[in-house]
């Protein structure tokens, strides 16, 4: 029997994915999705998912957001990182931004807008939410990670030297690859280049996300907030960190 993990990132409108039996290390393959979904009814089957999108949508955000949010933003802090506020579940599947922006105002305190750039990313967010509340069983395989929370841990809970973009994205790119060779996923999955349609930094951060369902399945990983919270549905509101080298820092 294989136990197949995997990692996802949104992408260009579809997932970067990347999966590794953890019985035989050998076997491996990534690429571009088009579903969650086409993941976890693919041939591998994988028993654990880390994925980077909000899982646990409230109702109405107040006091800073999710306590997933407010904890990894805290754990970032100091950092270049930034963990976006997760709008109320009516404003993510709202029709159009115009709406959103209502919903949204009239479901927070203070009231907020999302930005556009977390408008455009709420169809992961639907994507996760509908298939999580219509197959409730697959709320044990599929977990939440924030990538730049995983990298960070696995630098010791250091930040990172250099940005995966802009000026440095190059030596960002490698530091991120060096980290995930050293948290122990084989080299040839970490160097062997980004599959086709799948952004280098998208690629990484589904790897980092392949890393922290490693550690959940293995009973090591690390709850954001511990205990998780939970949403009206009885979604989990947690980021999951790999296990790194001891507690996390308060």
């Known amino acids: ?3 197949w993990i995997a990692g996802l990132d949104g992408c260009r409108g579809a997932w970067a994915g990347a999966l590794l039996d953890l019985d035989d ?3 491996y393959r990534a690429g571009s999705f ?4 086409d993941i976890l009814d693919g041939p591998e089957a994988p028993v654990c998912v ?15 957001g999710r306590v ?28 159009s931004y115009e709406e959103a922006k ?7 305190v203070p009231p907020f807008a999302p930005s556009i750039q977390c408008w455009n990313i709420t169809r992961y967010i639907r994507e996760v939410d509908d298939l999580l509340l219509a197959r409730p069983p697959l709320r044990e395989r599929v977990h939440e990670v924030h990538p730049e929370v995983a990298f960070r841990r696995l630098n010791g809970d250091r930040p990172l030297a250099s940005a995966k973009k802009g000026p440095g994205r190059r030596e960002g790119l490698e530091e991120r690859r060096a980290l995930l060779r050293r948290a122990g996923l084989p080299a040839a999955i970490v160097d062997a280049g980004r599959p086709a349609g799948v952004g280098a930094d998208d690629h990484l951060d589904a790897l980092a996300a392949l890393v922290v369902a490693r550690d959940i399945v293995l009973g090591r990983a690390i ?18 960190a790999p296990a790194g080298e001891g507690p996390i820092p308060c």
């Open 102 to 108: 209502a919903l949204s105002r009239a479901a927070s």
């Open 50 to 64: 880390g994925i980077d999108v909000p899982i646990g949508l409230p109702d109405r955000v107040e006091g800073g």
């Open 223 to 240: 709850p954001m907030p511990d205990p998780p919270g939970r949403d009206r549905h009885g979604l989990p509101v947690v980021i999951w």
């Open 1 to 3: 029997m294989t136990r």
């Open 68 to 95: 997933a949010d407010r904890a990894a933003r805290a754990y970032l802090a100091g950092g270049r990182s930034s963990v976006f506020p997760v709008p109320p579940r009516a404003a993510v599947h709202a029709g």
């Open 25 to 27: 290390p050998g076997r």
């Open 34 to 37: 088009a579903r969650v979904s």
